[in-house]
Structure formats: structure tokens, C-alpha cells
């Protein structure tokens, strides 16, 4: 098995999705079988070649150094799960 | 002047690098077209993009990518035409979109140099390894709720430029220098206004020490976010320290981000949980990469201003100045443009002197900048045309200055109302030493008797009778005729 | 013509209205009967009548006028509810985006309703388009409205199945569609309807609920081939909020459908003969070859080498991007929110319930393959991979320009099966994903039926940026096959 348990929980904090205890068993041998099977790219060949990022052909277009957007407040808040005064609320956060 | 700490066991050298972030100057943010202003209610220069709203995508704005190729030909660095933009992944409140957009192995400038000045003619080159450019995040207010962060984005998003420095800095000295050049390079360029207290430049301290005489790179702790010059010095000095100690102890020193404190100038280590930081970076796949001409290069290029290093060596070769004021002029760009207009058509050594010692004393204690200057640099200009056309003496223009402060008057109308014109009248000059060769007899006599220091003391006498008005020379070579021969 | 307005085609509708034979409004009326008798397809997350009556009624408005029409206006359409639309539930089929109502359409749905098109609801789909059987959608399965001989519930494809659904039963006249591996065309061949995956650029991405993006690509769900060129005209076009959006021109696509292919140089690659391709599907294949060769076209034979690559290098790509992508629903600024101790206790709380396992399976999945010590083997290697596959596009497009594969291994198949085994799943997409990867066009048309009487399609794939001859070829396929087959619940009603 390519991924133990330690390494899900490790992936699974990075992703900061709460996995049970009990199903991390379950979840490595899944991914381990998708990484088993993704390796069959070792056997390609791909010395000197550029990895592709992306297929299309444009390059990064600028846009104008103007003020477009902004300025409103209350759009931006609107389906926010909790609000105050216009600020987004979080649990607090102890630095 | 090597900054060498002395420990227990042996002598240490401090190892020091900068990452160094500079809000650019532009009027929207790098990729949404919400406004850069500071202030503003809460989330109010939020776009939909900021606030990371599903299916937004980024758009990037031209001004930021040539302000960072002007800053790279400021610091005469090398410009990749080709850079990539790439994500790097972690969570944070205040960062919408769970990533922030940067640049990682393909920056848009990589190697070039700052110059340091230390000192009267001592300068030392320090290496710039990179300038990338990233996002912003916003901003977290910790102390507005017992159990509650309040979230506002107004920042989340707006360009910085990330210059990364080489750890060749090796004392808080050049960490302050490197700080302060820095901050007059950008703000030459109008790249970024260089101001640590709005936090439009915040600098990551990188701090190792090894045994003198060693060339390995010892494990390194890094302070972010540091919001002053002196607080950089002052990190660098408490954490040079730190490793000094842990080290003559047998220690080991643990990599880490660690906080300064401002309040007594100490580190220490940040109590969030010991979290294996893994950013996951990976090529930005909404921004293809960004490609330029040469000719953008150069269309920047054509536009640099005069930097602050060729200016200074302008200063020293057509004004004849020292290098060291040169450097105290050049520093602020508003400062050499004030000198500039001050000195031309004069003596300029002369305004060099009366700006550095006279008009920068007077700022620096009423806490102003030259731009609020109670002189302008017309009148200052005026005062010192006096002084050249011995209409006043130097001693006299202190007071005009003074008084040009008082009254907002111009110099001539001072010098003329108080009837300070030096006294260049032979006659009236005459009369006033005799009276006082008259009045000392005694005096006279040990002069002639070969006490001829006593010469100086005359001199006071008879300016103190004029009220300073008499041009000093002409009253000394008067003296010395009538009392020597 | 039928004389059930909800089962015309667009072209038909749309010369039907120009005449004033009917107005948009019996159009939307009839569309919106077919809906309420078909909820339980379960097509529709959201429905919209009131909004599509609105609309249907302002076009009617708008034609009665002057100004000539485009060819969507006043035409009733399902979209995939992975567009951000406008003051309407956008949920994206996950239980993360509750509520959400976007204060934005996105490009490609306001481009349509610019052009007159009249939305009736959020089609249903896998969540964040991640499947390819419609089973991972928080608002549950869709059904397809064929069945099989035994009388079993089908799936309709993944993960735009809400989409093909909606239009294979005639509750709309055609859908929007989003492809990062198949996603439109496999559903498209499940539902006996044509779906087109345009050219990575076409199509613009912004105001889609991005899944992975260097794939993401919008497309026409429809009836017919030449709806599918009438759809497409109204979506694509340069949008300067999409970096990845093409600036090149839109030809007229109904214009290229010449019904002439002669000298067209038709590929087909030895490697999609994969083995284990039931019968019935190389038997399809080949007669597709041999209409296309009827007609005039020369068939080539030709070699995608790195074809077989294509799924694995996909599923590192794809749930990478995905990792990235998705890390924006963290219950703080809209969607649900699992309240926890900590900041990070809630952000676990609300993706782990929020996502549902397939989704988390593949952030992990993604989050794997770019940690450290694992980008170089895994991450970057499949980029490498990946320009491979492209080249061999582009070598074979020097000697053909079409390349014709089947779109699918199998047929419709039943709901529950291969739910366990993500890698029997991930394989509906073999045929497609290799154009994915490479950016290419590739359009999926009904061309004939399983033993179980199930519709299969063939896959035409193009040159970047040359629909034209894909829709050229695709027309002249279409007309062959003559796919006349009418699904179970379509019959029934
Ligand atoms: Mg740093
Ligand atoms: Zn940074």
C-alpha cells in the first residue's frame, strides 16, 4: 500500500477535511489503489520533456491599471455564514 | 566594521538574509480591479474575485508587472521575459481563496544588487537573489470579540513585490543600511512608497550565526513580518544572541518562524501547533505565463529615473561634495530635488551645509518632511544669495532663518526691516574701533606687548557694538593695522 | 415536426417562432409541463419557471419588434448547475455551496440569455462535476430516461447527466454542459443526445464553479448536430475576465455544415481499440467508419501512442487542480459553515461534512501528488505525459482532420453499479479524456443502439479551434446514422 494512515491524516489536515478515525483505514486503501495505478506513468519516457502546464497557447493578456470593481460591500457579504458590521467572522483565531 | 560576537567557545559571525514586501504602487490590485486605497469601510474595496466568490477568475493588471520590471532595472537585476505565477496552498482566514497567487521557480526579475552605505565612503554590495511578484492577504482583527475574528479583505489581493536578498548581510548595521536603500530605491522608482508604519513595506528577518571563519549556513530562524528599520536591528541583535548562547550551551538551533516582540526587542517562538508547513505549489492554471518584449524592457528602461547611487556620484563629481553629504541628500529624492533647486546658480556646498546641518535639524525636530518644509527651497535659496553678496553675515543668516521661520517673511524683507545689512562702510567700522582701542588702554598694551590672541577679543568687542553687523574680516584687518602696525 | 412544442429541436422552434407560429411563451409553457411530469429524472436541482416565463414573455416582446433575432432567442434551455447564475441557487451540486446565490451570471449563461435564451432551471450533476454517472450529487441520482431491457434505472453519464437527462426527455430544447474529462460527451452518448466539448478557450470560464482548470470547457448539450453549432455561437467568444480565453474570432458554425465532406481526411487510432471493448461497440465504430467513408472521406490509420497514458495522467492533473480549486469553500465567507472550537476545527468540520467522498477522495487525492517529495514522480511527470499526449494530436492532425473514436466503452448502466471501485468508474472516460488533455474539440452524436437497446455515440475530434469541420463531419455522421430511437419515459408520456 502506497499511503498508510499516517499519511491521509497528514493529506487530510493539509486539506482540512475531518476525516474519522475509523474510515482512515478505508480512505489509504483507496488511494493507494488510484497511486497504484497512476504509476503506470513511470514506464513513460520523459526525459527532456517540458511538462504542460496548460494547452492554450496565449500568453498571460494585461489588463488596464483601472478601478472597475469594489465597492460593494454589501454584495460581497451577502451569503456570508456569519457577519458583523461588514466584517467576515471566523472562530477566533489565538496566534 | 565587522560585527563579530564574541561567545564561550569561540567568536561568531552573524548570517543575515531579508525578504523584503513591497506593496506596488498602482491604483487597482494585481488581479481583480478593486481600488489599492488604504482605509475605506470594512470590505468595501472587495471585488468579487477578493472575496474568492466561486468561478472568479484573475486578470492581471499592467501597471503591477512594470512597476516590478522597474524595480528590477533599479536594482539592475536580471528580467526574465518569461515568469510564472503559481499557488501556493494553505488556509488562512483572511486569504480567500485557500491559495495565494505567487511566483516560485520562474520570477518575473531574479539576481541584481543593492549597494549599501556604511559610512563616509565605505560601501559593500549585497546580492538580491530574486523579485517576484504575489498577492496580499487581507486583514484579521483578533481583539474586536471575546470568541470571534472579524475578517476584512480590503488588502486581499493588492500587488507586492517579495525582493529576496542573499544572506550576505552580516551585522544590524547593514540590515538597517540595506532597509534604508532599499526604501530609497523603490520610492526613487515610484514603485512602492516605502512606508513601514502603513505596512506597505514589511520585512522577513533571516537570522543564522556561524564561528568566524566558517562558510556553512547554519540552521535559520525567520521573523515575520518586522514593521520597522530599527526593529529589524534589533531582531537580528536579540536573535544573533539567542543562537550564540544555545549554541555555547552544545544546543541545537530548530528552524523556525519565530515573532518579535517591539515591546522589549526580545523573539520567540509562535505558539500555533507545530504544523509541517507543505505549500503544494504548483502552476497557477487560470494565468498562462507571463511573456514581454524586450521592447517593454526598454520602454520601462527609458523611463527610469536617475537612481540615488548616480546621483550621489553626480553630487560628489559636478557639485564637489562629500561623499558622505552627497549620501544624506540622495537618500530621500524629495530631499536631493530640494538641494538641487536650492544649489543651482550657487555655491553649492554651501546649500549642502545649510540643508544638512541647518534645515534637516530643524525637520527632524519638528518631525517633518522636507515636502512640509516652513522654508521653501526658493527663499532658502534667497538667504544664502545674502550671505554670498556679504549683504549678511553667516552668523546673521542663522537669525534670518530663525526669524524667516517666525514671520514666514522672505529674507530681504527680514534683513531689511531689522536693518541687519552687514556694516561694509570702511568709516563706520573705523569709528566704532577706535572707541574701543579708546576705552582698553591695558588691553592695548599687552597686544603690543606681544599677547596678540587678545586681537580675538577686540574682534567680539566691536561686533558686539555693531550688533554683529560688521563684516568680522574687515574688523580684524583693521585691528591688527591700527593696534600692530 | 412534432407537435409537442417541448419536443422540437432548436432550429425548428426557432424557424416555428420566427413564423409566429407560436411564441416563446407556449414554447417555455410546454418545457415547463414536460418538467413537472419528468421530476422523477431528478434532472433539475433548481426550476425556474416563473424566471423562464419572465424571460419567454420579454423575448416574445422583443421579437414582436423589429431587430433581427439571434438563433437562441426565445428558445427554453436547462443550465448545469456549475454556471454561476444570477440571484438563483448555484449549488454545484454539493452540499458546501447551501444557499449560495451569486450576485453574478456567469459568461457563458449571460452570453445565452443576452442572445434571448430563456433558462428554466439548474440541471443536476455530479458534485463539482467530479463523476461520471451523476451519483455524486448532494441533490441525489439522476435517472436516465432510457432503460433497459430489464427494466432497471440507468444512469445518464457524468457529470453534466442532469443536463443530458433534461434534454434526451424534452424538458428543454437543449442545456449547457461543462467537459474536463468527458463530461459532456459520455452523458451525451448515455442519453442518445449530441454534446460538444468546444476547444479548451472557446468558451469562457468565468462565473463557472471551476473544477479543474487547465480542462474546465463549457459545450451545447442538444438534439441535434446543427442546434449543437446554433448553442455554440451564442456561448463562445473572447472574454478578456478569462485569461485562458481565446481571443480568436467565432466563425459561424451552422454556416460550416455543408452536408459535403469529400476528401476529408477521417483518422482512426489503433490504441482505442483497447481490449475488452464490448462488441457492439467496435462494431458501431466501424460502421461509423464506414458512413464517413461513403460520404467521401478518406480514412487514415493512425497512432495516438501515448493514448493509453491519458486516463492516469488525468487523474493526477485534474484532482490537483481540483485540491487548489476547492480550497475556496471553507465555510467563512458563503456556503455552509460546521461551526468548530478553532478556526481550523470549523474549516474541518464544514469540508468534511460540506464535500461528499468522491470530492474529498479526490482533493486528497490531489493534495497527495503535489506534497513534497511526491510533485516530481507524480505531479510533473504526468505534465510531461500530458505534452506527449498533445504532441500526438498534433502529429496525427498533419495526416488527418478528424479523428474518429467511440465516446464511450459501454452503454447506459445501471444505478449502483461500479460505485465501489473508483478506477472501474474513472474508465467511462478513457475516449475522452485523451482530447481533454489535449485541449482538442470533441463532439459525441447518437449513432446507434446497444443489444439492450441503449443509445451509444461516436466521438469525432477536431484541430484546435476548428469546429467547423468537426460540425461539418459531424452533420454529415448524424445524417447517416439517423439516430431516430425515442427513449422509455419519452414514449411513455
Ligand atoms: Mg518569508
Ligand atoms: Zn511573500
Known sequence: MSLDKADVRKIAYLARIKVPDEDLDHLAGELSQIIDWVEQLAEVNTDGVEPMASVSDVTLPMREDVITGGNRPAEVTANAPEENKGFFLVPKVVE | MSYILQGETCEWEVVIGLEVHCQVVSNAKLFSGASTDFGGEPNDHVDLLDAGLPGMLPVINEVCVEQAVRTGLGLKAQINNRSVFSRKNYFYADMPFGYQITQFDQPIVGEGTIVLELGEGHYREVGVERLHLETDAGKSMHDQHPTKSFIDLNRAGVALMEIVSKPDLRSPEEVGAYLRKLRSIVRYLGTCDGNMD??????????????????????????????????????????????????????????????????????????????????RYFPDPDLPPLVFSDEFVEQIRATLPELPDERRERYVSDYGLSEYDAGILVAEKDNAVYFEEVAKGRDAKLAANWIISTLFGLLKKEGKSISESPISAD??????????????????????????????????????????????????????????????????????????????????????????????????????????? | MSNKLNQLTISEARDGLEKGDFTSVELTESCIGAMEKARGLNAYITETPELALERAKASDERRSGDGAASGMEGIPIAVKDLFCTEGVLTTAGSHILDGYKPVYESTVSNNLRQGGAVMLGKANLDEFAMGSANITSYYGNVINPWKATDGKDLVPGGSSGGSAAAVASHTCLAATGTDTGGSIRQPASFCGIVGMKPTYGRCSRWGIVAFASSLDQAGPMTKTVRDSAIMLNSMAGHDPKDSTSSPKATPNFEAALTGDIKGLRVGIPAEYK????????????????????????????????????????????????????????????????????????????????????????????????????????????????????????????EKVDVILTPTAPSAAFAIGEKMDDPIAMYLNDVFTVPTSMAGLPGISLPAGLSSSGLPLGLQLIGRAFDEETLYRAAGVLETAANFSAVPAFVEGA
Open chain 2, 198 to 279: 502603513e505596512g506597505s513595506m514589511r520585512c522577513d528577518v533571516n537570522v543564522s550565526v556561524r564561528p568566524v571563519g566558517s562558510e556553512e549556513l547554519r540552521t535559520r530562524c525567520e521573523m515575520k513580518n518586522v514593521n520597522s528599520v530599527r526593529f529589524a536591528m534589533q531582531a537580528v541583535e536579540y536573535e544573533a544572541q539567542r543562537h550564540i548562547e544555545i549554541y555555547d550551551e552544545g544546543g541545537e538551533i530548530k528552524q523556525e518562524t519565530r515573532l518579535f516582540d517591539s515591546s522589549n526587542g526580545t523573539t520567540r517562538s509562535m505558539r500555533s501547533k507545530e504544523e509541517a508547513h507543505d505549500y
Open chain 2, 379 to 485: 527663499r532658502l535659496g534667497k538667504l544664502l544669495d545674502l550671505i554670498s553678496n556679504d549683504t549678511i553675515s553667516g552668523r546673521i543668516a542663522k537669525d534670518v532663518f530663525e526669524m524667516m521661520i517666525e514671520t514666514g517673511n522672505d529674507p530681504e524683507t527680514i534683513v531689511e526691516e531689522k536693518g541687519l545689512k552687514q556694516i561694509t562702510d570702511t568709516g563706520a567700522i573705523e569709528g566704532a574701533v577706535d572707541e574701543i582701542i579708546a576705552a582698553n588702554p591695558d588691553k592695548v598694551a599687552e597686544v603690543q606687548g606681544g599677547k596678540e590672541q587678545l586681537i580675538g577679543w577686540f574682534v567680539g568687542q566691536v561686533m558686539k557694538a555693531t550688533q554683529g553687523k560688521a563684516n568680522p574680516g574687515a574688523v580684524n584687518g583693521m585691528l591688527k593695522k591700527k593696534l600692530l602696525g
Open chain 3, 274 to 397: 483497447m481490449d475488452g471493448t464490448p462488441e457492439e461497440i467496435v462494431k458501431l465504430w466501424d460502421q461509423g467508419t464506414q458512413w464517413l467513408k461513403d460520404a467521401g472521406a478518406e480514412i487514415v490509420d493512425i497512432s495516438l501512442p501515448h493514448t493509453k497514458y491519458a486516463l492516469a495522467t488525468y487523474y493526477i492533473v485534474a484532482p490537483a487542480e481540483a485540491s487548489a480549486n476547492l480550497a475556496r469553500y471553507d465555510g467563512v465567507r458563503y456556503g455552509l459553515r460546521v461551526d468548530g472550537e478553532s478556526l481550523d476545527d470549523m474549516y474541518m468540520n464544514t469540508r468534511g461534512e460540506g464535500f461528499g467522498k468522491e470530492v474529498q477522495r479526490r482533493i486528497l487525492m490531489g493534495a497527495y501528488v503535489l506534497s513534497a517529495g511526491y510533485y516530481d514522480a507524480y505531479y510533473k511527470k504526468a505534465q510531461q505525459v500530458r505534452t506527449l499526449i498533445s504532441k500526438d494530436f498534433n502529429d496525427a492532425y
